[in-house]
């Protein structure tokens, strides 16, 4: 089909995972947190997909999916405890929350 | 074909910077929608346009658009905005960034060096990723319904909240 390199794909899944990575270490808010996790999930599909289109595969494309199913079920739980985090603690400060205690 | 995977990998990681450094969390969510959107013509011109509208729509349509109820349910206000602005100082973020870009220099390297052979990338159908879903990964299938049930159940069971009880009556006989 198209000449595309698997490097340029690989580079961009690669890109795409430290900004998301980086994201996760500097903010405090735990949403923002949540949003970079989802970036990195995102690239490490991506880095699959592309994996898939170089050997014609559809090995790559059924990671894939299961990459977003898991995204899905793991931002559902996460922003209920997002909310319960806010209702107990009136902030969204990730620091707020390290005394291990209901 | 080339020209528009490249154009819309600088587009998604341009909006995926914007998405790190917004302080807004509105603003941040529709550039992560722009970045995925861009993420899915990648995958289009990667050969696989049924992972692409499943992008579209699970990721930029579910996920965002959930992560966008919960923050109208927190019901934020300015003051979060400056308060994210204050979080977010050069030396906090200095510190993770640069040492984060080192390894992304190494990856970068690592991928560049080792030479690959004769790299075309080829459309897959989805009629043969559905084959191979039903087929060698059955499993994987029945495991992923598992994983969604649980997190159906783990999501209604932690969000649920305690009744406020008004009555004093009510509320001695919730004690016993």
């Known amino acids: 089909m198209s000449s595309i390199p698997m490097e340029a794909g690989l580079l961009l899944a690669g890109i795409l995972f430290v900004i998301g990575m980086v994201s996760v270490m500097i903010r405090r808010n735990v949403i923002f947190m949540l949003i970079s996790v989802e970036i990195m999930l995102n690239a490490a599909g991506l880095a699959f997909i592309v994996a898939g289109s170089h050997w014609a595969q559809p090995d790559g494309q059924i990671m894939f999916i299961f990459i977003l199913t898991m995204a899905a079920a793991e ?3 996460g922003l209920a405890l997002i909310l319960q985090l806010y209702h107990h603690l009136k902030t969204l400060d990730s620091d707020a929350a390290n005394f291990m205690k209901g | 074909m080339e020209a528009t995977f490249y154009i819309a990998g600088a587009v998604a990681v341009i909006a995926t910077l914007l998405v790190v450094m917004s302080y807004n969390l509105i603003h941040a969510l529709l550039y992560l929608v722009v970045s995925f959107l861009a993420v899915a013509v990648v995958f289009f011109t ?22 966008i109820f919960v923050i109208m349910m927190l019901n934020l206000t300015y003051e979060d905005v400056q308060q994210e602005k204050s979080w977010l100082k050069p030396s906090v973020w200095i510190g993770p960034a640069i040492l984060s870009l080192v390894l992304l220099a190494e990856l970068v390297y690592l991928v ?18 559905g084959m191979a879903l039903y ?7 029945q495991l992923c319904g598992i994983l969604l049930m649980a997190g159906i159940v783990g999501a209604y069971h932690l969000g649920r909240q305690k009744k406020k009880i008004v009555h004093r009556f009510l509320e001695r006989r919730a004690a016993s």
């Open chain 1, 75 to 77: 931002v559902s739980v």
């Open chain 2, 46 to 67: 990667l050969g696989a346009p049924f992972m692409a509208a499943l992008e579209i729509i699970i990721y930029a349509g579910a996920i965002v658009v959930l992560i």
């Open chain 2, 112 to 129: 560049v060096a080792v030479e690959a052979p004769g790299t075309v990338s080829v459309s897959v159908e989805a009629a043969a990723v």
């Open chain 2, 135 to 141: 087929g060698p990964y059955m499993l994987g299938v």
